[in-house]
């Protein structure tokens, strides 16, 4: 297992502007071991800036997402949002298509609804989608189409790949509701979707309920119920596990002092942080980052 050092942090990778035509927003390719996994950089934890997708039709491997593994497997389509924590256990053949794209290229969208679906604010932490054959063809169909768009120099061409893209995201959002076990989008559902984006943007810095009420303009027990019922668990439950989570991977991927973790999450007293972090996973936290590393070692 790869470990940072004390005085490194979890590299964070940029989305790379085409070689050739120099976009900056998108980019789709096919997926194969001489063109994508020859960088080594993927088999060291890392983050990225930007949303990745891919439909795996052939080989198999194992990848991480925040210290959890998936068995990569045909015929099904994985994704990750920006900044998540990945680590690739090893270079293995793999065939299928990708796609990466930026919050900037989501920002295009005139319309602005591709934010809000399932599949970009992914509130349940979801990372794969299996494909029946009839999801399959109809997934297959639009990548092939990108794939072409892609390479194609002509006019509109960033109108038609948003135009796919979002007939491919809207689709996969369907996807994710049914096997996720999403279900409403009424103003309650859109509430916590909004109280989940304003964790994520601010969860280091805010930790109680009240401010993120404050921003949303209502009142903290109104919040408190809506999140309660639409989500099933109490509004400050979603703070302290983001926080922990972070937590998570700092403590697996990195080798900071317990102190700098607790500050960098918005913590003034470390010892406080502790005790928080032992009553959410039962671990303080050097036994979780002894323990885990110890568990989750990865077969080589």
Known sequence: MYIQGEDQKIPNYAFEPHRHTGNQMFRINRLNISVNYEQRDFLVPHRKDYYFMALIKSGSSRHWIDMTPYSLKPDTFYFTVPHQVHLKEEMTPLTGIIVCFTSDFLATDYEGSLRSLPIIQNPFNGHELSLDEGDLLFVQDILEKLLVEYDTKS?????????????????????????????????????????????????????????????????????????????????????????????????????????????????????????????????????????????????R
Not at 217 to 226: A, K
Not at 230 to 249: F, M
């Open 155 to 299: 006019d509109w061409q960033h109108t038609m790949l948003l135009s796919y893209m979002r007939i491919l995201l809207v689709y996969l959002s369907r996807l994710y509701l049914e096997q996720l076990s999403e279900r409403g989008q009424g103003e309650d559902r859109q509430l916590l979707k909004k109280y989940l984006a304003k964790i994520e943007e601010s969860y280091r810095q805010l930790h109680e309920v009240a401010d993120y009420a404050s921003q949303l303009h209502i009142s903290p027990g109104h919040l408190g119920d809506v999140i309660k019922e639409q989500s099933g668990k109490p509004a400050i439950t979603h703070i302290h596990e983001r926080l922990t989570l972070e937590a998570k991977r700092l403590l697996f991927h990195t080798d900071q002092v317990i102190k700098e973790i607790a500050f960098h999450l918005g913590f003034e007293d470390a010892s406080y942080f502790s005790r928080f972090f032992k009553r959410m996973t039962g671990h303080t936290p050097q036994a979780y980052r002894d323990n885990f590393r110890e568990m989750y070692q990865p077969n």
